[in-house]
């Protein structure tokens, strides 16, 4: 018997689908009261049912008097790629949310054979050539193109054919059309009843004729699942048939045209010796490559649509955590999308055991719902699992809602967010480059900013911005630095130039919408950069005449400037740096470490001011390392204290290379000042030791860094499937509260200790493997006060993987902070 809840479920399914052919004008939805009538039920019932139902997720509720239901997954299916809210507030309507479309009512019977090889999961990515060689195959006329689908078992080369298929139906404008599929493996011992498919045969009784497929399939697809199955003489038939495209059968006596197509499976290479004769004949040769080789984002895609059919096969609503999806995802399939869909069902099969209220049909998937075998794996994917959770990142919420009729609003923002991150990106990328230069505080630092994006740019950012640049802006600019010789140079890096490009682009626009401002400023480049700004006002010389406006001395000077950053950058020559320190290899090690470990050009060497080396010799060899070291901008000189602070000017007086002292140096200088020389913005006047307060940010990231080894050396191979990243940044939030609470000092060994200790015992307490402790009572009773402390410092590691830790595993984190003697 129907219960209450599925008659009120059916109705508001049946109105929402009837307010939707009306195009949402009349009706915002379906009350409380219409449906206690229809239904002829109590209304305070039927507002309960109703309210319930969007709890669950299945209905969306229009505030107001009276409040309006909407059934959720039908508007989900006829707006399959737009975000739905659960509750729309009082002043706005459904149509705020939505690009309306005439209405089309969908059927959901048969729906995975609906689907076209354009929504197969990597049909924009890996699988793009194998969709157009699938098109193009089966649009050839008059019944195109014979296919061979290459690809291990488990790639889904079963789903292509029947997406195939479907693409035919298509093309041939018709609702259906002859379609068989026989797997190989039926005639690996008998040869004969593969021959008696192609050719025909007589019944028992010989009264009359089986057809051969070929008559069967007439215009049709016939799919043969595992070729290399078949016997060699039956290939050899095949392959003559496909040869001469014509068959005979047993009950005809002339021979037929093959007006079939043949789409063959193998698992095998097309050049291996038991399909070799038949490959020879299938033109279009389909390669689908394993599911751990086609992108981390396509996999995700796969993960979520397996279980998206598991809510559908069971009815019921899956919620899945971020770090469920994020551990599958880094996790190697070998037997493809069987095996990992075999992992799925098993972590559902799990979750729905733990359902206590079966009328809530929903399941949540957690860690304790993998598999062991799934748990166990030990892969490294520390970079991969952050790659994974910036893709997952544009879903907001931390749990993935997968619904009984298989849509999941997290799907869709997956599945859409490359676009729309595109193009958000490529939006916002070009809006830094339009700046008001009247609000700006710094010219110069704004400037070379732009430049040191834009020398690295990648190709599809530049374009974007080209895109946007006026041609007769472009064309100008470039003419009037072509005729200056000084400038020439800049027209050889013409990328450089889009940031200005795009400003006076901007500036134009502005001008032609009468969005000017009163100028009240005096040129502050025109004898810094004198060059630079006799072209810049050249520029805009031109443009004032065409769009008749006096451009303001703030912007000439922000054009001069940029030209003069920008020709810096292009003729750059590095500074160089000679480290002297006393002793016998302080200076020497000091300077392998930095070349091991700062990226970019530059030019750095060592002298070690030993006991047996006196003063003059140590000038004279300083002298000859300038020589050698420098480039033409200088040599900065970087020492650890006297008598070697005199050493810059001694080589000045000496050389006449320029020079620069730096003294009381420490490796930590030493790397940001090798950083600052790489910079081809930087000169010798401005490399210099950053003040206190950077320097502090500066021994943060360096603890940071520490931490990072930690994980990557250490951590990381001590556990098998807590993600490392998440764990250890809530592990260090616990660490730094616990140390504040016991009033104690942060060390590197309590750090390592704690981190290394806590991640395995996350990952013990998840898998219900935890440790016990013999004396627990009397541990206790001796440190109770630590052990609160400890379980109060844990309290966020453990509600962020919803677990509690018992008291044998709290009283081995408590060892941690005590004195070694006292356990």
Request: glycine content about 2%.
């Amino acid at each position: 018997m129907t219960t209450r809840i599925e008659r009120i479920s059916s109705y508001l399914k049946e109105q929402t689908d009837a307010i939707l052919q009306d195009g949402l004008n009349n009706e915002p939805g379906i009350d409380a009261l219409l449906c206690a009538l229809d239904l002829h039920l109590d209304r305070a019932n039927v507002s309960k049912d109703l309210n319930r139902l969007w709890k669950e997720g299945r209905a969306v509720k229009v505030q107001g008097k009276p409040v309006y239901y909407l059934d959720y997954t039908v508007l989900s299916r006829h707006f399959p790629n737009q975000y739905i809210p659960s509750i729309i507030s009082k002043n706005e309507n459904l149509t705020d949310f939505l690009s309306m479309q005439p209405y089309k009512k969908v059927h959901t019977e048969n729906n995975y054979f609906n689907n076209t090889l354009d929504d197969m999961i990597g049909a924009k990515g890996s699988l793009s050539e194998v969709i157009i060689n699938a098109k193009s195959a089966i649009s050839y006329p008059p019944y195109g193109i014979h296919c061979l689908i290459l690809g291990n078992a488990g790639v889904g080369k079963t789903l292509l054919t029947q997406r195939m298929y479907n693409f035919a139906c298509q093309v041939r404008k018709a609702d259906s059309i002859p379609f068989m599929t026989l797997s190989c493996q039926n005639y690996q011992e008998n040869p004969q009843l593969f021959s008696e498919a192609l050719f025909g045969s007589k019944t028992k009784n010989n009264s009359r004729y089986s057809p051969s497929i070929f008559e069967t399939c007439k215009n049709g697809i016939i799919v043969l699942e595992q070729i290399d199955r078949l016997p060699f003489s039956c290939q050899t038939q095949l392959a003559s048939i496909l040869s001469r495209k014509r068959y005979h059968t047993i009950y005809q006596q002339d021979e037929q045209q093959l007006q079939s197509m043949i789409i063959a499976t193998t698992s095998k290479n097309n050049d291996d010796c038991k399909i070799e004769t038949l490959a020879k004949f299938m033109p279009i040769q389909l390669k689908m490559e394993d599911i751990d080789k086609r992108g981390i984002y396509e996999k995700i895609e796969l993960i979520m649509d397996l279980f998206s059919e598991e809510a559908i096969h069971t009815h019921t609503t899956i919620r899945v955590h971020k770090d469920i999806i994020a551990w599958l995802a880094s996790k190697k399939f070998p037997n493809n999308i069987i095996q990992m869909r075999n992992e799925i069902q098993i972590s559902c099969s799990k979750a729905y055991m733990e359902i206590n209220d079966p009328k809530k049909q929903i399941v949540y998937v957690s860690f304790q719902s993998l598999s062991l075998e799934l748990l166990s794996q030990t892969e490294n994917t520390q970079n991969l699992n952050s790659n994974i959770f910036s893709l997952l990142s544009c879903i907001p919420s931390d749990y993935l809602q997968f619904n009984q009729d298989g849509t999941s609003n997290a799907a869709t923002i997956f599945k859409n967010a490359p676009n729309m991150f595109k193009e958000h990106r490529m939006r916002q990328f070009i809006d830094e480059f339009n700046v008001n230069v009247e609000e700006l505080k710094d010219i110069n630092h704004y400037v070379k900013e732009n430049i040191n994006v834009l020398k690295d740019c990648p190709s599809p950012q530049l374009e974007g911005l080209h895109k946007n640049i006026n041609p007769y802006v472009y064309q100008v600019t470039m003419q009037k630095i072509n005729e200056r010789q000084l400038l020439k140079k800049l027209s050889e890096h013409p990328q450089l130039l889009y940031g200005i490009l795009l400003h006076i682009t901007n500036y134009i626009s502005r001008i032609e919408h009468g969005q000017t401002g009163i100028d009240t400023s005096k040129s502050m480049t025109k004898y810094v950069y004198h060059n630079e700004y006799l072209c810049a006002k050249d520029i805009y010389q031109e443009f004032s005449s065409l769009y008749s406006f006096t451009p303001s001395e703030r912007e000439i000077d922000f054009l001069a400037s940029y030209l003069a950053i920008a020709n810096q950058w292009i003729n750059h020559i590095n500074v160089a740096i000679l480290v002297i320190c006393h002793g016998k290899h302080i200076a020497s090690e000091m300077v392998d470490y930095v070349k091991k470990s700062v990226q970019g050009t530059f030019f750095i060497d060592s002298i070690d001011f030993n006991e047996d080396m006196q003063l003059n010799d140590l000038l004279e060899l300083a002298c000859i390392k300038a020589n050698d070291l420098n480039q033409g901008a200088g040599v900065l000189i970087t020492c650890d204290m006297e008598p070697l602070t005199s050493v810059s000017e001694y080589i000045h007086k000496q050389t006449n290379i320029p020079t620069k002292s730096v003294n009381n140096i420490n490796l930590m200088d030493l790397l940001n000042l090798t950083n600052q020389t790489t910079s081809p913005l930087n000169d010798l006047d401005q490399i210099r030791i950053k003040p206190d307060h950077e320097q502090k940010k500066i021994r943060k990231e360096t603890q940071s860094e520490f931490i990072e080894q930690i994980k990557e050396r250490v951590i990381s191979k001590t556990v098998s499937f807590i993600d490392v990243n998440k764990s250890t940044s809530i592990l260090e939030t616990c660490l730094k509260n616990t140390l504040k609470e016991l009033h104690m000092e942060y060390t590197d060994v309590l750090a390592i200790k704690y981190l290394c200790h806590c991640t395995n015992m996350l990952e013990r307490i998840i898998r219900n493997e935890t440790w016990d402790y013999q004396k627990s009572h009397l541990f206790m009773k001796e440190n109770s006060y630590m052990i609160h402390v400890i379980e109060h410092g844990l309290e966020f590691a453990a509600n962020s993987f919803s677990i509690k830790i018992p008291l044998s595993e709290l009283i081995y984190v408590t060892q941690i902070f005590l004195p070694e003697e006292q356990y």
